[in-house]
């Protein structure tokens, strides 16, 4: 059983940056795929990015070339580093958690995900 804790969420002004964290506990951590989904109010959840037990990284085209994942094994923790900020990316970040390896497609579909963290806060104002 893996256990997720965001945090690191709050508020921002747009063009600004914000890095959210996700410590896990139980579990081997450095088996896992770890990806971010976010949700806006009256929205579905949404993927966000993903990284692999070997680093690899996925993102949505909607944050490529902001958004930066990466992971400390060592810690258990994985990064979700933010800039250039919009209003639009306001919502809540979930990171979520299953063991690997799986690929392409599959990484941005939220059902392949086993466990998931309580959700972090972000607000981006205009």
């Known amino acids: 059983q893996v256990q997720l804790v965001e945090s690191g969420g709050g508020s921002v002004q747009a063009g600004g940056s914000l890095t959210v964290s996700c410590a896990a506990s139980?579990?081997?951590?450095?088996?896992?795929?770890v990806a971010w989904f976010r949700q806006a109010p009256g929205k579905e959840r949404e993927f966000v990015g993903s990284i692999s037990s070997a680093s690899t990284t996925s993102y949505a085209d909607s944050v490529k070339g902001r958004f930066a994942v990466s992971r400390d094994n060592a810690r258990s923790t994985v990064i979700l580093q933010m800039s250039s900020l919009k209003p639009e990316d306001t919502a809540v970040y979930y990171c979520a958690a299953a063991l690997g390896p799986f690929y392409g497609r599959a990484l941005s579909v939220w059902s392949k995900y086993d466990y998931w963290g309580q959700g972090t806060q972000v607000t981006v104002s205009s």
């Open positions: 139980g579990g081997t951590f450095s088996r896992y795929v």
